[in-house]
């Protein structure tokens, strides 16, 4: 018998049961839909990562902790070593070296999550963030060393409600008056509040400490070695943008492995679904099954047919899956723009056939045992029953 005449048979044993199978293919749909989201997150925040960090940000960043000792963003790194690395400058290619202080404000709604992000005044945003441009008002300028401005990110003037001329509470004793707000579709500037650092330093009650340095070198492709040169000259951690994206790389896959184990147990219930139904759809059909081998049917062909019928019932689930995926993504990447302006969630080519491919693994894992009871029946025994 053909192929096409296989499927024939598998897709209209299945139909005979339309509540049946629509329902074992929704739970299918779900599950794989499940999977294809959470795991469209690590996708998402990847791409995020790979547009907006590559061409944006120091060279080298310069701290106490490194990331693989969990790099904090507490002011431990004394100021004076901006003044080590300056010397260091002429030998090792060093354009500017730019202290930074770094601070997350958040709270119970995600939308007012920002960072405050603090550096001296003369040296201007742009040494770290080239990229950004004023919408509104002015940037920072020399002479801004000690006076209570800000610079606001897009996302940050709108999530917060700041405009030109707005007063922003850093804690209790000090406050900031907004003087500038950026463009959007600036990446991480957008949701960052920029402040002259001695500002921040005196609001937080740590001078002459800050976060970490930032390093602009003449040629960024020197990075890797020069970083390499101030750990050992310094004793500090030196990151590349190299380190931070083969460092995330890392610690999305483990969230990628987390998330595929939450996945795995809605895609087991799913399997078991798949197995129940033509288990069911085995024991009904049984003089069925005995009338084909009456026929002449050999017991290989009634095990293909079953196992098509569940790897059938499997593909319908995926295709679902995916397509209840791309809803349930959309809406992610809805709430996360309307967030942070970024796309959290994305649906690529090598997670499309990895849904897919699971789906047809499971219907056939689902379906060897029933496969293997339809094939030992035997014709009189078949055809023996009422």
Request: no cysteine; glycine share 10%; net charge positive.
């Amino acid at each position: 018998m053909k192929t096409a005449d296989l499927w024939q048979l598998a897709w209209r044993g299945l139909t005979r049961r339309r509540v049946r199978t629509a329902l074992t293919t929704l739970g299918i749909t779900v599950a794989v839909a499940s999977m294809v989201v959470f795991l469209s997150l690590g996708e998402g925040i990847r791409k995020v990562f790979a547009e907006q960090l590559s061409g944006i940000g120091p060279d080298i960043q310069v701290s106490l902790t490194g990331l693989t000792q969990g790099m904090s963003l507490t002011p431990n790194v004394p100021q004076s070593l901006t003044g080590d690395l300056e010397k260091l400058a002429p030998e090792l290619g060093i354009k500017t070296v730019t202290p930074v202080m770094m601070t997350v404000r958040g709270g119970f709604d995600p939308s007012q999550s920002v960072i405050l992000y603090s550096l001296p005044p003369a040296q201007g945003i742009g040494a770290v963030f080239p990229t950004v441009q004023g919408a509104q008002g002015r940037l920072l300028r020399p002479g801004d060393e000690q006076a209570n401005v800000a610079v606001v990110g897009a996302k940050a003037s709108q999530n917060l409600h700041l405009g030109l001329g707005s007063t922003l509470n850093l804690n209790r004793r000090a406050s900031v008056k907004v003087v500038g707000v950026l463009k959007g579709d600036t990446g991480l500037a957008d949701n960052m509040i920029f402040l002259p650092l001695e500002v921040q330093q005196k609001a937080e009650g740590v001078p002459g400490r800050v976060s970490m340095i930032a390093v602009k070198l003449k040629d960024p492709t020197q990075a890797k070695a020069t970083a390499k040169v101030i750990a050992e000259r310094l004793n500090v951690e030196a990151q590349t943008q190299a380190d931070f994206l083969s460092f995330m790389e890392k610690t999305m896959r483990i969230s990628d492995a987390v998330r595929f184990g939450i996945s795995l147990i809605a895609l087991i219930v799913g399997g078991l679904a798949v197995a129940n139904t033509v288990m069911m759809g085995v024991f009904e059909r049984t003089r069925e099954f005995g009338t084909l081998r009456a026929l002449g049917a050999r017991p290989s062909f009634v095990r293909s047919l079953v196992l098509t019928e569940s790897l059938l019932l499997s593909l319908l689930g995926g295709v679902g899956g995916v397509l209840l995926g791309l809803l349930g993504i959309a809406a992610v990447n809805a709430y996360t723009q309307q967030l942070a302006d970024i796309s959290a969630a994305a649906l690529t080519p090598r997670l499309t056939l990895l849904a897919l491919a699971i789906s047809l693994l499971l219907g056939l894992l689902s379906g060897l045992l029933p496969a293997r009871n339809a094939g030992r029946i035997a014709i009189t025994d078949a055809l023996g029953r009422v």
